[in-house]
């Protein structure tokens, strides 16, 4: 509609500058101008001719009142007819001939196929010059009009083919891209099943770490107590390193107031086998207690009971040694053999005591061990308080990967749902191609029957 505005304006300026010298108007009124001129100069003939034909009679057989009306109007007539002539002249020649050029013109653009190369010739410097001239123009803008027409005809043609390959190859992209975001969603449904029994195994291995936690801590607490408890036995075994040096002490004083007995070698002797069988104890009990040192069985227990009996063991010496010392008095004379005994009895002493020293060295070994196995299980407490920080921090990872894949499973159903309108838009939009390709197809099949 905007274009026709366009040519209509531009025609309009085209055939404004198109100047009429003479109008059919005033070319009627100049041949009128001329027939009256010819008539009054053709006044002496016609009254001549009128006199010949009244004297000659000729009239006559028309009858008296027509002879008088034809003899009182013969001029006007006459001049009437002249007029008559010059304008039915006029009329065929400046308006009836212009106007068959005119429609042979348009019969020669019209006919059985609409040629629009083909125009009017037409000069005739009046209205019928500037109607030619407005339908060329009008002829020309149809034809320019056409050929624009065929060339958009052409291009949406092969627009619409383009577009129509387009929306296949959206389509494919579209049923493609369905395809792949249903197997994602699989996938994240997938994943979210494999994050499910991820979760559920870090739940029992938290757990787990929560139960090593607590087992950590019971045994720091054990580790803790025997440490406790074998520094109490090392201390214990000092008292009785101690007290076996005492007592050495004491029996090498015994022995050396046997001596001055002489007497009484049987109560000795008896004695000196209750010292024996002591010294006997003693010396299994130090052989057990070297081996609960080795063993260090339940963390130096047995060094509370090894300490135990030597101390019995001990007040059994002491008593035995107060029976010395007491039947000494008694039997002065008695004393050789029971020196031989006492002197052995204070190797054995000796031998005890080293073997207690030993004891106590491996027990301080144990403490050492103990104190180091404790401080190991403090850094391995360090360690599993670490780890369940660590685990604490996967859970929470783990929770919020998990939240990330539900979203992910959610966009994915989406985006899923997008791919499929964005499908069914592009067989959609493949449908309107195909209508607009039909239609580029009439279109050029319509224009073809014009000439341009």
């Known amino acids: ?148 027409v065929k060339q958009s005809a052409t291009d949406m043609h092969e627009a619409s083919d383009s577009l129509n390959t387009y929306a296949n190859e959206t389509g494919e992209s579209a049923n493609q891209v369905a395809i792949t975001i249903a197997q994602l969603s699989e996938g994240a449904a997938s994943q979210e099943e494999q994050f499910s029994q991820i979760y559920s195994m870090m739940t029992s291995t938290k757990q787990q770490i929560d139960t090593g936690m607590s087992k950590i801590h019971e045994s ?14 090392s201390s214990a075994i000092g008292e009785a390193i101690d007290q076996l040096t005492s007592f050495t002490e004491t029996v090498t004083f015994a022995t050396e107031a046997i001596q001055k007995l002489g007497m009484r070698s049987e109560e000795i002797e008896k004695i000196v086998d209750v010292i024996t069988e002591i010294a006997g104890q003693t010396n299994l009990l130090a052989l057990n207690a070297s081996i609960e040192a080795a063993r260090a069985g339940e963390m130096g227990k047995g060094f509370s009971v090894v300490a135990s009996e030597v101390r019995k063991l001990a007040e059994q010496s002491s008593q035995a040694a107060s ?67 660590n685990a604490n921090g996967v859970m929470r990872a783990i ?24 499908a069914a838009s592009s067989s959609e939009m493949l449908k309107h191609s195909s209508d607009v390709n039909n239609l580029a197809s009439t279109l050029s099949k319509k224009i073809s029957q014009f000439n341009s």
């Open 323 to 389: 029976e010395i010392a007491r039947l000494i008095h008694d039997i002065q004379a008695e004393t050789r053999v029971s020196v031989r005994s006492m002197e052995t009895n204070i190797d054995v002493v000796k031998r005890q005591a080293s073997i207690v020293r030993k004891g106590g060295e491996s027990v301080n070994e144990i403490v050492e061990v103990v104190k180091k196995n404790e401080a190991s299980i403090l850094d391995v407490k360090d360690i599993l308080q670490k780890v369940d920080d």
């Open 1 to 148: 509609m905007i274009y026709f505005d366009k040519v209509g304006e531009t025609m309009k300026r085209k055939v404004s500058k198109h100047v009429i010298k003479w109008t059919i108007k005033r070319k009627i009124g100049v041949v009128i101008v001329v027939a009256t001129l010819i008539s009054v100069l053709a006044g002496a003939p016609i009254a001549y001719v009128q006199n010949l034909l009244f004297e000659s009679g000729i009239l006559n057989i028309l009858g008296n009142k027509i002879t008088s009306l034809v003899q009182t109007y013969f001029t006007l007539i006459v001049n009437l007819v002249i007029l008559l002539g010059f304008v039915n002249y006029a009329i065929n020649r400046f308006v009836l001939k212009p106007i068959h050029a005119v429609v042979e013109g348009i019969d020669s653009i019209v006919g059985e196929e609409i040629d629009l190369t083909k125009r009017i010739n037409l000069k005739t410097n009046d209205e019928t010059e500037l109607l030619a001239t407005k339908i060329n123009y009008f002829v020309e803008q149809t034809q320019s009009l056409i050929t624009s």
């Open 220 to 233: 720091v607490q054990y580790a803790s107590d025997s440490t406790s408890s074998s520094l109490r036995t």
């Open 399 to 422: 929770q919020d990967i998990g939240q990330t894949i539900e979203e992910a499973a959610a966009a994915a159903e989406e985006v899923s749902a997008s791919a499929e309108e964005q």
